[in-house]
T-cell receptor, first 117, second 111 residues
């Protein structure tokens, strides 16, 4: 299957700083990138959906000024957590949907565990 | 509104026993249907998927799922569970530009 590479896998930052998470589709063009957040022992909560070259569509309750999503190319999308606070600590997962097999299947990154001190 | 329901939060089965994990959905049209498995601290792995055609789909690790349009269900089954199947299982439903996940079912396997 197609591969999505997500970095960093773990990051620890101080409160008030910003953190960028990258997702790259390695062997397909991700026309759509989904960003999910997962709390411990909980399901994946869709944060936003982004299409290449367009502004991201955020789910209700997700602060778009806090969680900046950029999808500038068909192989790269980034999530920047701005002015991070301890409550932003979570597991963030990206998933690409696109040209591979053209079936709507999502290909997930490995996830990024963010800890805000 | 689109929604995915996994009614069982936690299921415990004995090794070698059969397994069925339930998934029901509400969607505007026939969506794409997926089952994913997640081991602790890990990402998600696709078990199987349904887009069209035969309503009984086979996946990896001996799993299968059946799409029942009349019941809006896509239940996951395995005839004989192995200890290594212990994990969290997520049903996902969606289409292009949209993908929703159920709350997940945690599977515990007893020796």
């Amino acid at each position: 299957g197609a591969v999505v590479s997500q970095h960093p896998s773990r990051v620890i930052c101080k409160s008030g700083t910003s953190v960028k998470i990258e997702c790259r589709s390695l062997d397909f063009q991700a026309t759509t990138m989904f960003w999910y957040r997962q709390f411990p022992k909980k399901s994946l909560m869709l944060m936003a959906t982004s299409n290449e070259g367009s502004k991201a569509t955020y789910e209700q309750g997700v602060e778009k000024d806090k969680f900046l999503i950029n999808h500038a190319s068909l192989t790269l999308s980034t999530l920047t957590v701005t002015s991070a606070h301890p409550e932003d600590s979570s597991f963030y997962i990206c998933a690409g949907q696109g040209s591979y097999a053209n079936t709507g299947e999502l290909f997930f990154g490995e996830g990024s565990r963010l800890t805000v001190l | 509104a689109q929604s995915v329901t996994q009614p069982d939060i936690h299921i415990t089965v004995s090794e070698g026993a059969s397994l069925e994990l339930r998934c029901n959905y509400s969607y505007g049209a026939t969506p794409y249907l997926f089952w994913y498995v997640q081991s602790p601290g890990q990402g998600l792995q696709l078990l199987l998927k349904y887009f069209s055609g035969d309503t009984l789909v086979q996946g990896i690790k001996g799993f299968e799922a059946e799409f029942k349009r009349s019941q809006s269900s896509f239940n996951l089954r395995k005839p004989s569970v192995h200890w290594s199947d212990a994990a969290e299982y997520f049903c996902a439903v969606g289409a292009d530009n949209d993908m929703r996940f159920g709350a997940g079912t945690r599977l515990t396997v007893k020796p």
